[in-house]
């Protein structure tokens, strides 16, 4: 049972342009959000979260959306630079989970081209 | 991430051994807590222990598996009895504290190979 979806399993952008990574989930007690980013035979590094109070989430160049009311949220990276080539997993957690439970996505691998 | 030690990095089992995975989390982090990737899927999660303590073991299979993080050394996965369906990357994460997710950090993982 995937809670957490990320359909489009790779994104090609150029340098310089913005990425736009997309995030689907079903199940509606999830309240918090993240994104990770990874790269090959290294583990997850965070890169940003969101609550389920906000809609909204800023860090230098990443900026991650939530649509409660769709289930779906989206991280925004701008301008993309070629170290932002990895896969990014986008990951929830529910108010019934414990507090190291995460749903992750399969990710989606980002590839930015000069 | 560097903090989180994983090791070893990659282990190779005949099917029907046993596979021993360690995690030594950050210095002065009390909580860990086990992921595995299977091949072009997400991370899942498997258990998350304190030092002496198992608090969430839902994402264990019932059979082969066990983990613990004792009260000195580093937090052990066991699987028994290898089957191929084991082969996958195994992450551990370490926090210092119960409070938010976003302070867990992920070590380089272990892959595991079963032929």
């Known amino acids: 049972d995937q809670q957490v979806k990320q359909n489009s399993p790779s994104l090609s952008v150029q340098e310089g342009r913005i990425s736009i990574l997309n995030c689907d989930y079903t199940n509606s007690m999830f309240d918090y959000f993240l994104w990770y980013k990874k790269y090959p035979a290294e583990g997850p590094t965070f890169l940003i979260s969101?609550?389920?109070?906000?809609d909204k989430n800023e860090d230098g160049r990443f900026t991650v959306f939530l649509n409660k009311s769709a289930k779906h949220l989206s991280l925004h990276i701008v301008p993309s630079q070629p170290g932002d080539s990895a896969v990014y997993f986008c990951a929830a957690s529910g108010t019934t989970d414990s507090w190291g439970k995460l749903q992750f996505g399969a990710g989606t691998q980002v590839v930015v081209t000069p | 991430n560097a903090g989180v030690m994983q090791n070893p990095r990659h282990l190779v089992r005949r099917r029907g051994q046993e596979a021993r995975l360690r995690c030594s989390p950050m210095?002065?982090?009390?909580?860990v807590y086990w992921y595995r990737q299977l091949p072009e899927e997400g991370l899942k999660f498997m258990v998350y222990?304190?030092?002496?303590?198992?608090?969430?073991e839902s994402g264990m299979p019932k059979e082969r598996f066990s983990a613990e993080f004792p009260k000195e050394g580093p937090s052990i996965l066991r699987i028994q009895q290898v089957v191929r369906g084991d082969s996958a990357a195994y992450f551990c994460?370490?926090?210092?504290?119960?409070?938010?997710?976003?302070?867990?950090?992920f070590g380089q993982g272990t892959r595991l190979t079963v032929v």
């Open positions: 222990l304190q030092k002496e303590n198992i608090i969430d």
């Open positions: 210095k002065g982090h009390s909580h």
């Open positions: 994460a370490s926090s210092p504290i119960r409070q938010g997710v976003t302070e867990a950090f």
């Open positions: 969101i609550s389920s109070i906000k």
